[in-house]
């Protein structure tokens, strides 16, 4: 049997859906995970379904430790609030929980994403010569600041990707080593971006992104052709395993069924 399960086919699947089952599978039984909707929401979702039952997610609008019924659309929908241990407040999370340093990983999205991991969610175009106006900070910058771990999901295009932000909303590194330190921040930092063509870790001690991880049928020409810098490539460079078909099963059937966030993109099979 378990050499017949080894020869079955690999499910088709897209790009969006690997990269979130890839984030997921960051994600560890028994952490504390800050989250918001979207793509965020439902890697933590799936790896509590699928491998850490025990996670325990904490959502800005104050809910603690629910169990989310599909799919919620913002952080004060009810069915975000489904099971919670507790409906708590914004001061609660960001303050009792968050910036009290109980949080294990910020899980993020964000417009742009620098080399030294810092995040822009407020404008494109920098001060003076605004092109176009982000929704902000959120709780995003309480995030980067305090959370020990920072997991980043987006998709991977040049223009999210830029040598320096236009302007940096949720600090990763700053400038560069020592960085955080000169800004008052903690220093035990570590940033995950998984995109829809690579995962990147931030060096700990040149503290850029470099790549760790390649998705399949991914080279790294294509992932320097679509970042704003180059990132360095990690000696122990990895292939990204593709889904298993209960991963799938889950997400698509059970976690976002009528595909608010799943958008139908090329098969990752079709990819360039």
Same mark, same amino acid.
């Given at each position: 049997?378990?050499?017949?399960?080894?020869?079955?086919?690999?499910?088709?699947?897209?790009?969006?859906?690997?990269?979130?089952?890839?984030?997921?599978?960051?994600?560890?039984?028994?952490?504390?995970?800050?989250?918001?909707?979207?793509?965020?929401?439902?890697?933590?979702?799936?790896?509590?379904?699928?491998?850490?039952?025990?996670?325990?997610?904490?959502?800005?609008?104050?809910?603690?430790?629910?169990?989310?019924?599909?799919?919620?659309?913002?952080?004060?929908?009810?069915?975000?609030?489904?099971?919670?241990?507790?409906?708590?407040?914004?001061?609660?999370?960001?303050?009792?929980?968050?910036?009290?340093?109980?949080?294990?990983?910020?899980?993020?999205?964000?417009?742009?994403?620098?080399?030294?991991?810092?995040?822009?969610?407020?404008?494109?175009?920098?001060?003076?010569? !605004?092109?176009?106006?982000? *929704? @902000?900070?959120?709780? &995003?910058?309480?995030? /980067?600041?305090?959370?020990? $771990?920072?997991? =980043?999901?987006?998709?991977?295009?040049?223009?999210?990707?830029?040598?320096?932000?236009?302007?940096?909303?949720?600090?990763?590194?700053?400038?560069?080593?020592?960085?955080?330190?000169?800004?008052?921040?903690?220093?035990?930092?570590?940033?995950?971006?998984?995109?829809?063509?690579?995962?990147?870790?931030?060096?700990?001690?040149?503290?850029?992104?470099? !790549?760790?991880?390649?998705? *399949? @049928?991914?080279?790294? &020409?294509?992932?320097? /052709?679509?970042?704003?810098? $180059?990132?360095? =490539?990690?000696?122990?460079?990895?292939?990204?395993?593709?889904?298993?078909?209960?991963?799938?099963?889950?997400?698509?059937?059970?976690?976002?069924?009528?595909?608010?966030?799943?958008?139908?993109?090329?098969?990752?099979?079709?990819?360039?």
């Amino acid at each position: 049997m378990h050499e017949a399960a080894a020869q079955a086919p690999t499910p088709a699947f897209t790009r969006q859906e690997l990269m979130v089952i890839e984030a997921a599978r960051r994600l560890h039984d028994g952490q504390v995970v800050f989250v918001g909707t979207g793509l965020p929401l439902l890697a933590t979702a799936l790896a509590q379904r699928r491998h850490a039952p025990n996670i325990v997610m904490v959502i800005e609008s104050g809910v603690i430790a629910p169990l989310v019924r599909p799919t919620p659309i913002s952080v004060s929908d009810p069915k975000v609030m489904a099971r919670a241990m507790r409906l708590g407040t914004l001061r609660e999370v960001l303050g009792g929980l968050l910036q009290r340093g109980l949080i294990d990983v910020g899980f993020l999205g964000g417009a742009q994403i620098d080399r030294h991991a810092n995040i822009n969610s407020t404008q494109i175009g920098p001060p003076g010569a !605004l092109r176009r106006r982000l *929704p @902000g900070s959120g709780g &995003a910058n309480d995030m /980067a600041s305090h959370c020990r $771990r920072l997991l =980043v999901i987006t998709h991977h295009e040049p223009r999210r990707f830029p040598e320096r932000c236009d302007y940096v909303t949720s600090p990763g590194f700053l400038d560069g080593p020592g960085g955080r330190q000169r800004a008052g921040l903690p220093a035990d930092f570590a940033v995950t971006v998984v995109t829809d063509l690579a995962v990147l870790e931030a060096d700990p001690s040149t503290c850029t992104l470099r !790549l760790t991880g390649l998705m *399949p @049928g991914v080279d790294v &020409a294509t992932v320097w /052709a679509h970042t704003g810098f $180059r990132p360095e =490539v990690a000696p122990d460079l990895q292939e990204v395993a593709p889904p298993a078909a209960d991963d799938l099963t889950v997400l698509r059937e059970e976690l976002d069924p009528q595909r608010v966030y799943l958008k139908a993109d090329e098969p990752a099979a079709a990819r360039r």
